[in-house]
């Protein structure tokens, strides 16, 4: 019952126009199907099932390409004015709780120097955060293992 709800309620969505993250904000469960998040997530469904459809294409022509996203990365670290604005960034997106924004900016400075002590702090201090309000065993599991990865990074 869950399942075919959300099912349907993607393939909807996507037959509206909407791309995956639109969805992965907006599909929600009805009161009498949520029975918590322990051990899956809604959105991870919900990217799943789109995935499932329409393939790795999401509707953006850059991605059909061999050359991924990073590749502009050190261009925006430059025009941001330099990693130590970025990361600043970043610290500022975790102390607002939008500690996911803080992962990508710290995914653009590491892509770029992936010693670079600062953004390896700022990365954990997001994973951190994220990990203190998880109940989901998986992402939890996730966290802990990136947790693990970042601090293995920094030099004592």
């Known amino acids: 019952m869950r399942s075919r709800y959300v099912h349907d309620e993607v393939v909807k969505g996507m037959n509206a126009g909407k791309d995956v993250y639109t969805l992965m904000n907006e ?12 051990y899956g997530k809604l ?3 919900v990217r799943g099932i789109y995935e499932g459809y329409a ?14 996203v990073s590749a502009v990365y050190g261009d925006m670290i430059r025009l941001a004015g330099g990693a130590a604005a970025v990361i600043a960034l970043a610290l500022e997106r975790v102390q607002s709780g939008k500690a996911v924004e ?18 390896l702090k700022a990365r954990l201090v997001a994973l951190e955060a994220l990990r203190a309000s998880s109940r989901n065993t998986n992402e939890v599991g996730w966290l802990l293992y990136s947790i693990r990865e970042s601090k293995q990074k920094l030099t004592p």
């Open 102 to 119: 803080a992962l990508h900016l710290t995914d653009m400075v590491l892509a770029k120097d992936a010693s670079n002590q600062p953004a």
């Open 43 to 45: 959105t991870w469904s």
């Open 55 to 68: 393939g790795w294409f999401d509707l953006n022509p850059a991605t059909i390409y061999a050359t991924p």
């Open 27 to 38: 599909v929600h469960l009805p009161p009498e199907l949520n029975v918590g998040e322990t």
